[in-house]
Each structure stands twice: as C-alpha cells, then as structure tokens.
C-alpha cells in the first residue's frame, strides 16, 4: 500500500469547512483513496473512498488531484462533533486474501473550535 | 444502517485469566477481523476471518485465538491474559469480493489486564 502524509493537528472554527489534506505521491494507478475517522474512545468509521473523480456523500467531499498524488477531505459545515483522528489509506479496492487489512497511519487531530 | 457490536465496552481481568472477546455484525459479512490499539503504534491486525470456521493470521497472532462458528460472530480469546495485552480491541467488518472493501467497526472494547 502507497504510504500517506498527513498533518499531525488543525484547527476550524464551528460552521466552518475544514479541509484536511493528504499526501500518497506513490500512489498506484488502482489503488484507491480511502479516509476514515477516529473519535475519542470510539472505533474508527469509514468517510468516503474514491480513485480518480471527486466524490461527495453525506458526510463529505473527496477532492482528488489531477496527478492523484494529493487529495482533500472537505467536511462543508463542520461541527464540534467532527473533532476526531482523520485517517488517509491508500489502497488496492479487491479484497485479495491475506491483503485486507488496513493500515492506519498518525492521522490528523482535527478539532473543531466553537 | 450498519451495526458492528462489541460485547463489552471496559473489561478488567487479572493476569492468567482466559479472556473472551466477542463480536457479532448484522450485515452478513464475509470477512471479520480483529485489531488491537495502541498508543504510538496505530491499528495492528491480529486475526481475521473470511467465512466461517476459517481463520488467518494477521501481524501480531501470539497469545491470541479466535473463533467463528456462525458468520456473525468472531470472538477473541486470550488464552492466558498477560500485562501487555493491555489494549484497546476493535472488531470489523467487510464485506469479501466486491470493489469496495470498506470495514466497519464496532465501539471497541477497552481491557486491563492487571
């Protein structure tokens, strides 16, 4: 799996949009961009996961670059309960025996000021 | 929606103790795992599981076992309960074949072994 790099903390205000980058200049060309969370004391939960195209759910937007060595995780309106660990994974999408599992890295400490 | 739930959420054993640590997922899943937390260390896989009766063997298998006789539930046992099993538990989902390879997890279980 492509190694990430992420920001160790951020800060957005309440209402705001938070924009968390991620870094996988190594990407390959099918691996995939997955983001989960983290909030305290909780398991993580899956965000959003895309390849190429920019994504949006309920939750959030994935903007992926053209080169698709970076990518954004866009939260709209953010609020204090979106303060958590925001992970990047890049990864194969086929769960291939023996290569499911995830690999988190540090992450990013975002916390949503009032 | 989506439902991962982990039997216990604070657990404390004394050290020797056998130590059951059961999940079950409503969303027949084929694939279940089993992480442990750790500060500094990130998520390490320890076991996981792609259909029933059959288990592998992820990156820190020693003093653990598991267990799946129905697809829903995959229970973690420490045979002997140590110090340094000391941990946060998380128990996922995925489902196994399709492109999207997304885990669930459950809230988690915080143990002490003392």
């Known amino acids: 799996d492509a190694k990430t790099t992420q920001p160790p903390s951020m800060d957005c205000a309440e209402g705001r949009a938070a924009n968390l980058p991620c870094n996988h200049s190594?990407?390959?060309?099918?691996?995939?961009v997955y983001w989960y969370r983290q909030i305290h004391s909780q398991g993580p939960q899956y965000i959003i996961h895309?390849?190429?195209n920019n994504e949006t759910n309920e939750m959030a937007s994935l903007i992926i670059t053209e080169d698709r060595k970076s990518s954004t995780l866009i939260l709209p309106h953010a609020t204090l309960r979106d303060t958590a660990v925001y992970y990047c994974?890049?990864?194969?999408?086929?769960?291939?025996?023996?290569?499911?599992?995830?690999?988190f890295g540090t992450g990013t400490r975002l916390t949503i000021i009032p | 929606d989506v439902k991962v739930t982990q039997s216990s959420r604070y657990l404390v054993k004394r050290t020797g103790e056998k130590v059951f640590l059961e999940c079950v997922q409503d969303?027949?899943?084929?694939?279940m795992f089993w992480y442990r937390q750790d500060p500094g260390l990130g998520l390490r896989l320890i076991y996981f599981?792609?259909?029933?009766?059959?288990?592998e063997k992820g990156d820190i298998p020693e003093g653990y076992s598991v267990s799946r006789e129905k697809k829903e539930r995959f229970s973690l046992i420490l045979e002997s309960a140590s110090t340094n099993q000391t941990s946060m538990y998380l128990c996922?989902?995925?489902?196994?074949?399709?492109?999207?390879?997304?885990?669930?997890f459950g809230a988690g279980t915080r143990l002490s072994v003392l």
């Open positions: 994974i890049v990864r194969v999408a086929e769960a291939n025996f023996g290569n499911e599992k995830l690999t």
């Open positions: 969303m027949d899943h084929e694939n």
């Open positions: 996922a989902s995925s489902l196994l074949g399709l492109p999207k390879n997304i885990q669930y």
């Open positions: 599981s792609y259909d029933v009766k059959m288990k």
């Open positions: 895309g390849l190429k």
């Open positions: 190594t990407i390959s060309g099918n691996e995939y």
